[in-house]
């Protein structure tokens, strides 16, 4: 389902069959209820065909997937001790960076005017539209549970490590409330009420 090589993730689309997207097309992400291991999580996406379709996606697969660390890896290397060397290079390579402090992912809490490391699972609403082909994210702080908005590069979200040097964040805390997080989110990017904010980690 998740294409280390191209980056993309497959779902499938009533119109052309199949679509293959990067998280930066996701447009909303939600964690269904219910006592399911790994936890599923159902995803709108920005199809190729114009519109948007709903799919679903594990949580190994929208947060560890992009590091060469999804389940079905480590599966077959228990097994069989044969690995796709594509996962397994990409797996030792993020598994080296995290232990050096970089963070595949990172966003900036507006509540604790800090970064965080977060994972795609943080994700709530992603809008395309920026000037420069930004995207604009409502995500939920893992620490503080938070929802802070930034707007990032599609790099920035679909390049595992690739962090901007500086990200838009939204000078304003936003409700837990999913719904409403949607509407403000909305009005938000469009009167361009971004600061911006420096992304280091240190
Ligand atoms: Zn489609
Ligand atoms: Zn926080």
Redesign the pocket.
């Known amino acids: 389902m998740y294409d280390a090589l191209t980056a993309r993730y497959t779902f499938s689309c009533p119109e052309r069959g199949e679509a293959r997207v990067a998280l930066s097309s996701f447009r909303r992400v939600e964690q269904l209820p219910g006592p399911s291991q790994p936890a599923v999580f159902e995803i709108e996406f920005g199809c190729g065909c114009g519109t948007e379709h709903p799919g679903l996606v594990s949580h190994d697969e929208l947060d560890w997937a992009p590091l060469g660390l999804g389940g079905e890896a480590r599966f077959v290397n228990l097994m069989t001790a044969t690995v796709d060397p594509l996962d397994a290079e990409l797996a030792d390579l993020a598994a080296r960076r995290i232990q050096a402090g970089q963070w595949p992912w990172s966003f900036f809490?507006y509540?604790?005017d800090r970064p965080?490391p977060m994972f795609p699972s943080a994700f709530v609403v992603l809008a395309p539209g920026g000037r420069g082909g930004e995207v604009g994210l409502a995500v939920r702080?893992p620490?503080?549970?938070?929802i802070s908005v930034n707007l990032v590069s599609a790099q920035h979200l679909d390049v595992p490590f690739h962090n901007d040097r500086e990200v838009g964040v939204v000078e304003q805390v936003f409700p837990a409330d999913a719904e409403r997080v949607v509407e403000e989110f909305a009005a938000e990017l469009d009167s361009a009420g971004f600061d911006s904010r420096r992304l280091g980690l240190q």
């Open positions: 809490c509540a604790e965080r702080c620490v503080c549970s938070s």
